[in-house]
């Protein structure tokens, strides 16, 4: 959908600088690199440059309009009949751009948080929502401040649902990113130990992302997995309408389930006594509970089970999230490497052993933002390693250096690397072949997908 230049200006209280208020702006980029022809660039002062020096570069390619903070001046080869937009500073702009632009749309839009398997649990809900619906969902890591808004600017009329994920390391975020994008429903999976750093105990990191709950009120629906604990008491306090889902406990209950080659398949029995069978594009008991997840957001929306059943096996994953690669050798890699914490990693780990199990091998980075509780919670992981029984635990980083201590002694071989170059050598002198899995995975900060392409080249170790 098109938006002239004066729409944008009174929605997000900007000052023509210069140009025609009346261009029509198709879409929007906040990377001069990435710009298509008739976008709105969007600049952000990082720390190494600032998005100001770009303008230029951005009409250069096509961009036919570009927010300009008041504070700064403008570049002089900014050409004249350049659609300029003053604004206070482009965040705000941005967010108050999208927030306004939100209210010309009545669908449902679903908010998806939680500390691990929300962008899994984005995927399949999208996935299986698709089989009815024209669904936009959130691309990449999209998930914050900014993603958010660029994503709710892509709306369009056809559009019937969307399946946004909301991310936060901080206090408060959560509201920021439902006062832009109004759900009406909440997903949350579960309240872990990530970000623990920055928001100090597991209490306020439950009560950060039950801000989610906080803006649905009663109006809204909120979807709950019923096997934590946690949620269970933040349902106390939530007026609204809930569904649980979970295998435990839950109005959409998980009966069965089993691991076929690299999926799994699962029974599910659903409020109205309905139950049917569904296939998981991932394997594992953690992608089955996400499965559930949306299927109870199908199940809102009034999808049929045959619906549900060819939209969750139909749904496209994002990379990086228990995707399963084969190297020339047949060996399987299991790249989980976008993100890592305690919760998540022990979660792969089942996955690795129910795929292969002494025939596996853990590549297990530093988890980061953990604060206080981080050695005990790497010396955790590496004692659930090895009760876990992989076959082999390699670690790289400083921190995970007491994965390993964790695991020494508990009957399995530990390798302690300080780099991805000594772990690729390791893993170079083991017998790897087609019945063989391996694990890779480590907080964003360590670059594990790094080590995935070596695995998966020609060249690389492993083969």
Known sequence: MKLKGSEIIEACGGKLLQGNPEQEISGFAIDSRQVRPGDLFIPFEGEHTDGHLFIARASASGAVAAFHELAKSPDPEIPPGFLLIGIKDSLTALQKLAAVYRERFDLPVIGITGSSGKTTTKDFTAGTLSAKYNVLKTTGNLNNEIGLPLTILKLEENHQVAVLEMGMSASGEITTLCEIAKPTIGVITNIGEAHIELLGSIEAIAKAKGELLDYLGSGGVAVLNGDDPRLLEIRKRYPGKAYYYGFNQGDIKGLKLSLRGEKSFFRV???????????????????????????????????????MAEGLRSSETTAGRLQILHNQKGTGIIDDTYNANPDSVRAALRVLVDLGGTKTVAVLGDMLELGPIAREAHLAVGRFAAECGIGCLVTVGEMARAIAEGAAGGGIPVYDCSDHGQALAKLGSLPLDENWYVLVKGSRGMQMEKIVQSLIEEEGAGR
């Open 269 to 307: 029995r659903f409020p109205d006594k309905s139950e049917g069978w569904f296939e998981s594009p991932l394997p594992g008991r953690e992608s089955v509970g996400n499965a559930l997840a949306a299927l109870t957001v199908g199940y809102i929306l009034e999808l049929t089970l045959p619906q």
